[in-house]
T-cell receptor
Framework: GEDVEQSLFLSVREGDSSVINCTYT??????LYWYKQEPGAGLQLLTYIFSNMDMKQDQRLTVLLNKKDKHLSLRIADTQTGDSAIYFC??????????FGAGTTVTVRA | SQTIHQWPATLVQPVGSPLSLECTVEGTSNPNLYWYRQAAGRGLQLLFY??????ISSEVPQNLSASRPQDRQFILSSKKLLLSDSGFYLC??????????FGSGTQLSVL
């Protein structure tokens, strides 16, 4: 199975907040990441958080990290149609490699 | 600024034919380079990574190989493609802070 787990689908109404959840397994990970993938495109780094932080906010994006539970979340405030995409959670494993979840497909409905 | 180029964007190949996908990075030196594959509806699987010229690590046994003939060039190859090699292939490089930056991907269909 995946080292990083996340729910596969999320449907949200335009203007509402989206929350995407992720659990990871490697407690020694120093960075955790959120990537966004639009159809037919590569992955775009949205934001990342150091493992010694609990929260990071960047405009409409808020990342929360619970190291005890190995839980990471991404909140998108005022979700727009352009936020429809697949969102990947990833952890680094201190060995040059990132481990990705299967991705959460976010659909924004009017 | 750093940029990553990956080509071609799409490729349709018959079973048994060879493959060569190329990736180049500009604006940085001695980057770590990666090849990932994304099967339809699934996450990313790391295929190969390289920390320097001629240094290739393979993550999973497979029909593919990788080479790094120059510092900022990473090539994914196969001598004979299988149907199961179909997928979306992504090249990436990482900065010293271990953030990964991806190319635009190659959609490979093996028929």
């Amino acid at each position: 199975g995946e080292d990083v787990e996340q729910s596969l689908f999320l449907s949200v109404r335009e203007g509402d907040s989206s929350v995407i959840n992720c659990t990871y397994t490697d407690s020694s990970s120093t960075y955790l990441y959120w990537y966004k993938q639009e159809p037919g495109a590569g992955l775009q780094l949205l934001t990342y958080i150091f493992s010694n932080m609990d929260m990071k906010q960047d405009q409409r994006l808020t990342v929360l990290l619970n190291k005890k539970d190995k839980h990471l979340s991404l909140r998108i405030a005022d979700t727009q149609t352009g936020d429809s995409a697949i969102y990947f959670c990833a952890e680094n494993r201190n060995d040059y490699k990132l481990s990705f979840g299967a991705g959460t497909t976010v659909t924004v409905r009017a | 600024s750093q940029t990553i180029h990956q080509w071609p964007a799409t490729l349709v190949q018959p079973v048994g034919s060879p493959l060569s996908l190329e990736c180049t990075v500009e604006g940085t030196s001695n980057p770590n380079l990666y090849w990932y594959r994304q099967a339809a509806g699934r996450g990313l699987q790391l295929l190969f990574y390289s920390v320097g010229i001629g240094q290739i690590s393979s993550e999973v046994p497979q029909n593919l190989s990788a080479s790094r003939p120059q510092d900022r060039q990473f090539i994914l190859s196969s001598k004979k493609l299988l149907l199961s090699d179909s997928g979306f292939y992504l090249c990436a490089w990482s900065d010293p802070n271990e953030k990964l930056f991806f190319g635009s991907g190659t959609q490979l269909s093996v028929l």
